[in-house]
Nanobody
Framework: QVQLVESGGELVQAGGSLRLSCAAS????????MGWFRQAPGKEREVVTA???????YVANSVKGRFTINRDNAKNMVYLQMNSLKPEDTAVYYC????????????????????WGQGTQVTVSS
């Protein structure tokens, strides 16, 4: 069983920045593929960014150039740096893990992920 705990979500003004953190349990974190998803009210959960075990990354077009993902395997942490935030970025943000991935590259489909955190709310005011 892998536990994921997100933190860092808060209310921020448009144009501001936030860094979300996700702490993962387990002694083999470096072998997990990780992703950040978000879900706004009335919308489907969507991938924001993802990172593979080889540190390859994916960034959704809607946040490209503004959001970045990185991981610290020594600390069992994955981070989402969000810059130039917009009101449309308002959502609950979830950290997710693929345990024992079949390939070193990132995963982008939510059905591929095995474990999820409880989510952290990000609200961007205009």
């Amino acid at each position: 069983q892998v536990q994921l705990v997100e933190s860092g979500g808060e209310l921020v003004q448009a144009g501001g920045s936030l860094r979300l953190s996700c702490a993962a349990s387990g002694r083999t974190f470096s072998s997990y593929a990780m992703g950040w998803f978000r879900q706004a009210p009335g919308k489907e959960r969507e991938v924001v960014t993802a990172i593979g075990t080889n540190n390859s990354t994916y960034v959704a077009n809607s946040v490209k150039g503004r959001f970045t993902i990185n991981r610290d395997n020594a600390k069992n942490m994955v981070y989402l740096q969000m810059n130039s935030l917009k009101p449309e970025d308002t959502a609950v943000y979830y950290c997710a893990a693929v345990v024992g991935p079949l390939r070193p590259r990132f995963y982008t489909h939510r059905n591929e992920y095995d474990y999820w955190g409880q989510g952290t709310q990000v609200t961007v005011s205009s």
